[in-house]
C-alpha cells in the first residue's frame, strides 16, 4: 500500500447506471488528481486539486463530476456513461505547489467497463 | 508547454543483464523535477527513482540509475542486474519546480524480463 487507496477495484456499470470512484490519502497531501488509462493511450489528466480546490479541468466531458469535500479524499461521479469510457482510473496525490515536488503517489486505480 | 518522449514502445532483456530506457523531455525551463515510475501488471504506479534538474549527480537507488543529460534534455533509466519482477511499463515524468502545472508523463515503456 502507498497511503493512497482507491475503492472499488473493479467497477461494471450500464451506460444509464450512476456510481462513484472513491480516492483516500492519509499522507498529509493537499493535492489530488484523477488520471485516465485507456490501452495503448497515454495517461491523461482530468482533474486537479489543490487545497479543496478544483484548479485544473482538461476538457472532461460532464458525465464526470469530481468532488473534492476535504483534502484526504476525493470522489468522481460518474452518470450516463460511454463503452468508451471504460478504463483504468487512477488517483494520486502530491504536496501542493511551492510545498515541495517530490512527485504524485498513486493509488492502485479502478478498473471501468461501460456496457 | 512541456512535453516528455519516451521513443521505445518496447524493450526486452536476459534476467540478470543491464537494459537502458530512452526518455527526452521539452522544456524552457531551467529548474525542474523528473521521474521514473514503473507500473507492474498489478496496476500500481510505483515511484523508482527521482532527479532534481539543479543537481549534476546522477540519482541512483539499488540497481537503478539514470543518466541526467540537462544540457540535451535527456534522462534515461539504467536497470542493472534484471530481475523477473521489473517487467513493467515504465513512465518517465516531468514537473516544474513551481509545481503550478501537473506532472506530465511520456507514453510509456513496456519492458519484458527473458528468464
Known amino acids: ?115 | 508547454a512541456q512535453t516528455v518522449t519516451q521513443s521505445q514502445p518496447e524493450m526486452s532483456v536476459q534476467e540478470a543483464e543491464t537494459v537502458t530506457l530512452s526518455c527526452t523531455y521539452d522544456t524552457s525551463e531551467s529548474d525542474y523535477y523528473l521521474f521514473w515510475y514503473k507500473q507492474p501488471p498489478s496496476r500500481q504506479m510505483i515511484l523508482v527513482i527521482r532527479q532534481e534538474a539543479y543537481k549534476q549527480q546522477n540519482a541512483t537507488e539499488n540497481r537503478f540509475s539514470v543518466n541526467f543529460q540537462k544540457a540535451a534534455k535527456s534522462f534515461s533509466l539504467k536497470i542493472s542486474d534484471s530481475q523477473l519482477g521489473d517487467a513493467a511499463m515504465y513512465f518517465c515524468a516531468y514537473r516544474s519546480h513551481s509545481g503550478n502545472t501537473p506532472l506530465v508523463f511520456g507514453k510509456g515503456t513496456r519492458l519484458s524480463v527473458i528468464a
Open chain 1, 1 to 115: 500500500e502507498t497511503g493512497v487507496t482507491q475503492t472499488p477495484r473493479h467497477l461494471v456499470m450500464g451506460m444509464t447506471n450512476k456510481k462513484s470512484l472513491k480516492c483516500e490519502q492519509h499522507l498529509g497531501h493537499n493535492a489530488m488528481y484523477w488520471y485516465k488509462q485507456s490501452a495503448k493511450k497515454p495517461l491523461e489528466l482530468m482533474f486537479v486539486y489543490n487545497f479543496k480546490e478544483q484548479t485544473e479541468n482538461n476538457s472532461v466531458p460532464s458525465r464526470f463530476s469530481p468532488e473534492c469535500p476535504n483534502s484526504s479524499h476525493l470522489f468522481l461521479h460518474l452518470h450516463t456513461l460511454q463503452p468508451e469510457d471504460s478504463a483504468l482510473y487512477l488517483c494520486a496525490s502530491s504536496q501542493a505547489p511551492g510545498q515541495g515536488n517530490y512527485g504524485y503517489t498513486f493509488g492502485s486505480g479502478t478498473r471501468l467497463t461501460v456496457v
